[in-house]
């Protein structure tokens, strides 16, 4: 089988960016290609207030993809209006935990966070954020906040993150095409479905 593994974060702006060109890229592939999204981990786990450093390294990089990627828009408000933490684990956790309760929830809770964090200025850094957007995408609350904390989820995204460091997905979006044993690396046009498709069409017509 050929697989396809799309390595993201939740909170990565780029990702986001990304998000309607990879759509695209999803629908004209074949059918026999298997699509695997693996979590990258973009942030270890912290209470500390981001550096003010860092919040306008992250807040200038949210407009040069704006400036890239025609479409994409930031609600900059979130820099004022919430108290950021350099911390996705939580979010990555909560779409593990989403995704125990459906496949399909894992691109819901992915879309629900993206969402908060970049237009409505809520933190998926906190775990109350992650929760109030699992019960407004619909699912058991109760069993959504016991699977967040618990070590078995922990374990799945470090696994996860492991998983994209041995396909030397080290940074977010990766797009990683698996064919025949061996492992190709699909390099990213945030605008276009059709560079990435001609290339994935090329390794495998020829290996």
């Keep these: 089988m050929t ?7 939740p909170m990565c702006s780029w990702c986001y960016g990304f998000g309607q060109t990879w759509l695209q890229l999803q629908a004209a592939l074949p059918d026999e290609i298997n699509i695997i999204r693996v979590l990258g981990g973009l942030a270890a786990d912290t209470d ?3 550096p003010d450093a860092l919040r306008q ?9 704006e400036q890239h990627i025609p479409g994409v828009k930031f609600n900059f408000d979130f820099w004022d209006k919430t108290q950021p933490r350099r911390s996705t684990y ?21 879309s629900a ?7 409505q200025t809520r933190n998926p850094s906190d775990d109350s954020t992650l929760i109030e957007l699992a019960d407004e995408i619909g699912l058991k609350v109760t ?24 396909m030397h997905a080290d940074s977010f979006p990766n797009l990683v095409l698996e064919h025949n ?22 390794i495998i017509s020829h290996e």
């Design 3 to 9: 697989t396809l593994y799309y390595v993201h974060d």
């Design 48 to 50: 500390e207030p981001m």
């Design 57 to 65: 390294q992250i807040s200038n990089g949210w407009h040069r993809i």
């Design 90 to 110: 939580p979010a990555c956790r909560a779409v593990i935990a989403a995704r125990k309760q459906g496949k399909h929830y894992d691109l819901e809770m992915t």
């Design 113 to 119: 966070i993206q969402q908060a964090y970049y237009q």
């Design 143 to 166: 069993d959504f906040k016991n699977d967040l904390v618990t070590p078995a989820t922990q374990q799945e995204l470090y696994d996860e993150i492991q998983q994209a460091r041995v």
């Design 181 to 202: 044993g061996g492992f190709w690396p699909i390099a990213i046009d945030y605008n276009s479905p059709q560079p990435m498709f001609d290339i994935i069409e090329d």
